[in-house]
C-alpha cells in the first residue's frame, strides 16, 4: 500500500494535480515557492531519478535525518512518497542542520554510510552556505544514491512539456513563458548561451500555437551569404539575375502562414536589416528584381546568444530592428542555472544514445545504478558552458564507452575530442583468446578510419543497415560503426526522414516495414522509431 505524503510540501510536489497548483497565504503558488531540495541524481532504481525531498525544517531552524529511510521522495503525477532504501545505507542517517544565513550544515554523526561532498569525503561535519545550496551541491551516499542537495521548487508541473525534459522552477518558468508566446501572435526573440536549446523553445512555440499546422521554417542566419541574403529571404522575380529562369519564392514565402525562426540573428547582414524591419512594420516584402511589395503573413521567432545591445552600440545591428524583433522576450536559462533536471537530462540522452547503439541500458544483478552515482554528482555540479548540447555529447561518450565495455572517466568524458570516450581499440595478442565481448559483437580487428565512405554504405545496405551484422561485417565495434555512420553525409540518418517521404515509401510498399526500410535506406528500428517521432498512423 502506498504511504501518504508525509508533509504539505510533499503533497504540493508529487501528490495531485488539485494540490500542485495550490496558493499558499501570500498567494503565490506553493508549487513555485523556493526552499531547499534534496533530488535524485543516481539511484539503483533508474526511475527514481529526479523524485524531490522538499526540506522546509531547513528553512526554519530546524534539521532533517537522511539515510536508508528519511525524508521521503515524491516523483512526477505520483501520490506515493517514500524514502530512498536502500539496503547498503546505514540505518542510522546523517543530519542536515540549518545554519544563519539561509545555509545548512552536514553532521556525519555515528553513520556508518560513506558521504561524498562534491567528490570530498564527508568526515565528521561540513557547513554548506547560502550561495553553495544556489548553485548545487552533489551528495554521493554510499556507492549507489546520488543527490543534489540545493535551492528549488519542490512542486512537478502537470502541463504540457512540449519536450522539454525538466522539473526545476526554471524549466517551469520557460514553459509558461512558452504558453504565454504561444497565444500572442507578435515577434518573439529568444536569448540564451549557446546549446541551451533555443530552436526546441521556438519549435515549441509554433507547435503550441495557432499557426501550428500551418509550415514551420528554420534558417541559421550565419549560414546565409550576403550576397544571396535579399534573394534567400524575400524571393527572386524571374530573370532578376543570371540564371534565374522562373520566380524563385524566398523564406517569407515558404513559411507563409506559418512560422519563420531565424536563428542567429545578430549575425544578420547588414543590407537585409532594413529589408527584414521593414517586413515587421508593413507586413511587407518586395521579391528581387520585383515590380511591387506585396504581403505576407508570418510570425517571426528570432534566437541568440549574442548581446545584440552591444552590437547596437557599435552599429552592427539597427536599434528599431531589435526593438520589432522583442515584441515578448524569453531567455533560456543555461544548464547550470537548472542542475535539479541534470539527472533526467542524463538519464534521457543515456537512453537515446544506447537506443541509437541498439544496447539495452545496463542492468546489473546487484542493481548498482549505471553511470556510477560518484561520477553523475561530480558531473551535476560543472558549469557546463556547452549547456544541453555539452551533455548530450558527454552522454554519447558515456554511451559508447559502455558498448565498448570501458569506464568513463571525469577528463576523458569533458575532453573536447568528440570521440574522447572512444579509445583506440586495441587487436588482441595472437597468442591469447579474444576477450569475452560485452554484448556478442566479435572485438574490433581493424581500425575504424580504413573504412571508406562507399564501403560503410555498401555493407549497410546489405544488411539492412543492421548495426550489429553490419559491425561484424567490417570488422569494427558497433560503437565505432555508430561514429562512422554519424561522420558520413552520405548515409541518411533516420531522424532526418520528413513525414511526405515515409508516407510515400508507405504507399510504393504496401506499408511493409522491410521493404520502407530498404527504399528509405535505415534500419526497420530506426524508421519505426521515426514514426512514432512524427506522429504517423501507420499501425505501430
Do not use: C
Not at 554548506?128 to 544514491?145: D, F, H, S
Not at 511493409?512 to 530506426?526: F, H, K, N, P
Amino acid at each position: 500500500m502506498d504511504e501518504p505524503p508525509s508533509t504539505e510540501f510533499e503533497a504540493a510536489a508529487g501528490a495531485t494535480p488539485e494540490t500542485q497548483i495550490t496558493e499558499s497565504s501570500d498567494g503565490l503558488p506553493r508549487a513555485n515557492l523556493q526552499m531547499v531540495v534534496l533530488t535524485v541524481l543516481a539511484h539503483p532504481e533508474a526511475s527514481r531519478i529526479g523524485e524531490k525531498a522538499a526540506l522546509p525544517e531547513l528553512g526554519s531552524g530546524g534539521s532533517v535525518k537522511l539515510g536508508r529511510g528519511t525524508p521521503r521522495f515524491v516523483s512526477k503525477g505520483s501520490r506515493r512518497a517514500r524514502p530512498l532504501d536502500d539496503p547498503y545505507l546505514s540505518r542510522r542517517p546523517i543530519q542536515l542542520q540549518s545554519m544563519g544565513g539561509g545555509g545548512a550544515r552536514l553532521v556525519r554523526g555515528d553513520s556508518s554510510t560513506p558521504v561524498k561532498v562534491d567528490g570530498a569525503r564527508l568526515t565528521e561535519s561540513l557547513e554548506i552556505p547560502r550561495q553553495a545550496l544556489e548553485k548545487g551541491v552533489g551528495l554521493t551516499l554510499g556507492r549507489r544514491v546520488a543527490l543534489l542537495l540545493h535551492l528549488d521548487s519542490p512542486g512537478f508541473e502537470q502541463g504540457e512539456d512540449f519536450g522539454m525534459v525538466g522539473e526545476s522552477m526554471e524549466a517551469r518558468r520557460l514553459r509558461d513563458e512558452i504558453r504565454i508566446a504561444a497565444r500572442l501572435d507578435v515577434p518573439v526573440l529568444i536569448r540564451g548561451e549557446s546549446g541551451t536549446g533555443k530552436e526546441l523553445v521556438a519549435r515549441a512555440i509554433h507547435d503550441a500555437g495557432a499557426r501550428s499546422t500551418q509550415p514551420y521554417l528554420a534558417v541559421n542566419m550565419a549560414a546565409v551569404p550576403d550576397s544571396l541574403a535579399a534573394a534567400e529571404f524575400f524571393g527572386a522575380a524571374k530573370g532578376a539575375y543570371t540564371g534565374a529562369e522562373s520566380r524563385k519564392p524566398g523564406f517569407f514565402d515558404r513559411a507563409a502562414g506559418g512560422t519563420l525562426f531565424l536563428d542567429e540573428i545578430g549575425e544578420t547582414p547588414d543590407p537585409v536589416q532594413p529589408l527584414l524591419l521593414r517586413a515587421l512594420e508593413s507586413g511587407e516584402v518586395q521579391s528581387v528584381g520585383g515590380s511591387s511589395p506585396r504581403r505576407v503573413d508570418v510570425r517571426l521567432i528570432a534566437a541568440t546568444d549574442a548581446d545584440l545591445e552591444s552590437k547596437v552600440a557599435g552599429g552592427q545591428f539597427r536599434t528599431p530592428l531589435l526593438h520589432r524583433l522583442a515584441g515578448f522576450e524569453i531567455n533560456v536559462p543555461p544548464l547550470r542555472a537548472r542542475r535539479g533536471d541534470f539527472g533526467r537530462l542524463l538519464r534521457h540522452f543515456l537512453r537515446l544514445e544506447l537506443e541509437r547503439l541498439e544496447t539495452p541500458w545496463p542492468e546489473g544483478e546487484d542493481r548498482r545504478p549505471w553511470p556510477r552515482a560518484g561520477l553523475v554528482a561530480r558531473l551535476a555540479v560543472l558549469d557546463w558552458r556547452g549547456n544541453i548540447r555539452q551533455l548530450r555529447n558527454v552522454a554519447r561518450r558515456m554511451a559508447i564507452a559502455y558498448a565498448t565495455g570501458t569506464e568513463p572517466q571525469l577528463d576523458t568524458l569533458l575532453s573536447e575530442a568528440p570521440q574522447a570516450a572512444v579509445a583506440a581499440e586495441p587487436e588482441p595478442a595472437p597468442s591469447s583468446p579474444n576477450p569475452e565481448p560485452r554484448h556478442g559483437w566479435r572485438p574490433a580487428y581493424r581500425k575504424p578510419a580504413d573504412v571508406t565512405p562507399g564501403e560503410l554504405l555498401t555493407v549497410l545496405r546489405e544488411h539492412d543497415f543492421q548495426l550489429k551484422a553490419s559491425a561484424e561485417a567490417l570488422g569494427i565495434s558497433r560503437a565505432s560503426l555508430y561514429l562512422l555512420v554519424e561522420a558520413t553525409p552520405q548515409v541518411r540518418k533516420a531522424s532526418e526522414l520528413r513525414a511526405d517521404e515515409v508516407l510515400e515509401a508507405a504507399a510504393a510498399t504496401g506499408a511493409d516495414w522491410v521493404q520502407m526500410a530498404r527504399a528509405l535506406e535505415v534500419s526497420v528500428y530506426a524508421l519505426k522509431r521515426q514514426v512514432r517521432a512524427l506522429g504517423l498512423d501507420l499501425g505501430l
